[in-house]
């Protein structure tokens, strides 16, 4: 667990420096100098760039996460991976160009009505979706690299930078609408640019192909896992990225903007498991390929309560300061709250599960993940037209959440049976009697004016929570962390 506990450690640095830096701008900025619209469009945007790119990935992020291994070989420029790699991204990009040009005019009609910002700026998707792409592909072969690092800081921390200083540009008025749009597009595209050239001056890409490497056996199993991966890697953008889409389609860019504000600040509780997942899902790739379940096992396992107890720690905080969060907010945003509440208690739960879907997608029976994933986009889409038409932007919320609890219900019981490991104990049900009576003893404090309400109540929230952690000892790793924490 050392490498991953290192890496998480800094990618979680990287990750919370984001965290700063995105809710000065997403919680003070955007609503006060951009209108719901423009805020909608950046949603938007990204969400059909990653739908997109995964489109246009054709499966290889799923062939790097798996067969990478075996082409592993700086000196041998790594068997011609690159080469091939980058074959597919043109090739998938060409075809994804292609769709776009006759599917554009359909995506501008539907959204002169209620979006027509993002009808004006449709062509930006291409551009976008390019270097999104690039990134996704790229960062994927760094993390096999042992390097989850990188990609954090990219993705969570030098994007929301570059954000908010191009938000801060057009605040002073050195941009206006048009050319703030233009740069949020050159900052979305940095990450992959940067990412290619990290690479290429570290010397780890050769684009020297060596065809005879890959034998008829491995060309079986690239295509295999490649299909496989086209199927899974859609499922979960659709997944994650569909709510918005749909919101936007029956309330409009104005609702969309509000929910994808609303929606950061439940995602606050899952940060911290991207970097650990990052690494994870390599070390696990790597002890199927030697059989050690129960090194697998040791991880799930500690992933599971680790990822509990700072969720747990991160959905309390939200939840008790919940009232000076909309006061920042405005009265614009109030729909907002339960979008905050919904989406934030699925992350809980989902990082409660662990690494469960790493696990099933490293395994022999990887396919079972595909299957799951089907049942996962069936479920969004079809809670999604259920309950937004109903219940509003707090309907999307409830169909992501319902959503991802039957699909970590599902992850658990396959483990479960498949392979006999269970990772809960008495220790997640005492972590989650502290968080709730820490929670409790801060609605005893009174209200007071917003900064001073927000550290106290802060304080003696996390002043009990953590010393409660602690002393119980329901974690090895979390109290290695704080003796060490202590002892420096």
Partial sequence: ??????????????????????????????PRYLSTDTIGLFSILLSYSILFAQFSALGFHGVTSRLFTYFRDKEKGHNGYFFLAFAVMLTGFLLLS?????????????????????????????????????????????????????GAFLQ???????????????????????????????????KGLFMFLYLLVKGEMSFQPRFKFIDKKLRKEIIDVALFSILTGLGGSIVFNIDKIIINQILGLGQTGVYTIAFFFGTLVVIPSRPLLRISGTLIADAFKRKDLDYIFDIYRRSCINQFIIGA????????????????????????????????????????????????????????????????????VITMYIFVPVYGIMGGAIAIAVSIFANNIMRFLFLKIKYKMQPFNLSFLTVALIFTAAYFITLLIPEMKLIPDILIRSTVFSVLAVAAVYLTGVSDDMNSMVKKFLRK
């Fill in 156 to 190: 969570e921390f030098l994007q929301r930078l570059l954000i908010f200083t191009v938000t801060v540009l057009f605040i002073f008025g050195v941009f206006n609408l048009h050319q703030l749009i233009l740069a949020y597009a050159v900052v979305v595209c940095v």
């Fill in 98 to 150: 292609l769709v776009f040009f006759f599917v554009k005019p359909v995506i501008v009609e539907n959204n002169l009505e209620k979006s027509k910002l993002f009808a004006e700026y449709v062509y930006l998707l291409l551009p976008i979706t390019l270097f999104t792409l690039l990134f996704v592909q790229l960062d994927m072969i760094n993390k096999v690299l042992y390097d989850a690092v990188l």
């Fill in 1 to 30: 667990m050392g490498i991953i506990i290192k890496q998480s450690i800094k990618g979680s640095i990287w990750s919370y420096s984001g965290i700063v830096i995105g809710f000065i701008t997403t919680s003070f900025l955007f």
């Fill in 313 to 380: 720690f991160l959905f309390g905080g939200i939840w008790i300061n919940i009232g000076n969060i909309l006061e920042i907010l405005g009265p614009e945003y109030a729909d907002g709250k339960w979008v905050i509440f919904f989406i934030g208690l699925a992350y809980l739960f989902d990082m409660a599960t662990g690494a469960n879907g790493q696990i099933i997608s490293f395994s022999p029976h990887y396919r079972f993940a595909l299957y799951f994933v089907l049942v996962l986009v069936v479920l969004v």
